[in-house]
């Protein structure tokens, strides 16, 4: 029996089968993270594939596959890191023009999924492309939505978007919550914040479509947008906590804030025929916490 043991298993096993748990732990941290180390992430991914094949000709069938995705997100990754490092990537993108930022009022802006970050939009391309085939309906583009707030006292950007650090306070953040799953909370990479950030910046902006899509000029509901930001439900990202048959994300952070000042309807439909996943999720909450405010209130 020990012979074949011998045989069979390579030997010092338990050394080699914890410097694998190690690498592809390594591996996915890094996957997870951005730029350059999230490229370093996929280079080890994608070098780590072909040793499966030693295992026999049945590991074809995932090799494939998975290295033509991995190969498709490395490219993505590497286009990501130079569009953010093109001039003026960091300052212009974010500007919004003075007539917008000094008017009074509430306006919404319609991003692209994914503008600026390939591997959000080649992840979005396969959700749509996979969604659209299993309802029978031809693929639309998908939209990020947030808001900017005008008002005396200065700008405010309102936006649900990843963490990017521990310094949140500099960003307005009044709300945080899990991305994925709840026992994951205690890990920063798993946890949204949401913003109510005076003088913020979007980085994404100079992507944005049919925008900006002004919501109201009243400063009394402009004001009540602002005070309810911190009142946002925060389920986990990405997730159906709330019931209402349709994920929770950055769309239902507008859609609910919108909502309660009894103004969703004001945002119109996502432009080119596009969708806003989240964005129902968001009405519907919004209605279930104060169904007698839902009456319509004039812009």
């Not at 639309?140 to 990843?162: C, D, K, N, Q």
């Not at 049919?210 to 990405?238: F, H, K, M, N």
Request: proline share 6%.
């Amino acid at each position: 029996m020990r012979g074949t043991w011998r045989s069979l298993v390579v030997p010092n096993h338990d050394l080699f089968i914890s410097l694998l748990i190690a690498f592809e732990l390594a591996v996915g941290v890094l996957v997870l993270s951005s730029g350059r180390r999230a490229e370093l992430g996929l280079v080890g991914a994608t070098g780590f594939h072909p040793t499966l094949l030693s295992f026999g000709w049945s590991f074809y069938l995932w090799y494939i596959p998975m290295l033509v995705a991995l190969i498709l997100l490395l490219r993505a990754c590497r286009g990501s890191q130079r569009d953010s490092n093109r001039p003026g990537a960091a300052a212009g993108d974010a500007v919004l023009t003075p007539a917008v930022a000094t008017r009074p009022g509430v306006d919404l802006y319609w991003i692209p999924l994914g503008a600026g970050a390939h591997v959000v939009w080649i992840s979005g391309k396969v959700y749509e492309a996979l969604l659209a085939l299993v309802q029978r309906r031809p693929r639309r583009p998908l939209f990020h939505s947030a808001l900017v707030v005008s008002t005396s006292e200065g700008r405010f950007v309102i936006e649900m978007t990843e963490i990017r650090d521990a310094r949140g306070q500099e960003r307005g953040v009044v709300a945080q919550g899990a991305v994925g799953t709840k026992w994951a909370r205690r890990f920063r990479l798993f946890r949204y914040e949401i913003r109510r950030w005076r003088e913020g910046v979007i980085p994404d902006i100079s992507y944005a479509v049919g925008s900006p899509v002004r919501i109201t000029d009243d400063a009394g509901i402009t004001r009540r947008v602002l005070d309810l930001v911190p009142l946002v439900p925060t389920p986990v990202w990405g997730r159906d906590g709330l019931h209402t048959g349709e994920m929770w994300n950055s769309n239902s952070l507008t859609a609910w804030l919108l909502a309660r000042v009894g103004l969703d309807a004001a945002a119109g439909q996502p432009p080119s025929g596009g969708r806003a996943p989240g964005w129902d999720a968001g009405r519907i909450v919004a209605r279930r916490a104060a169904p007698s405010r839902q009456q319509p209130v004039r812009a």
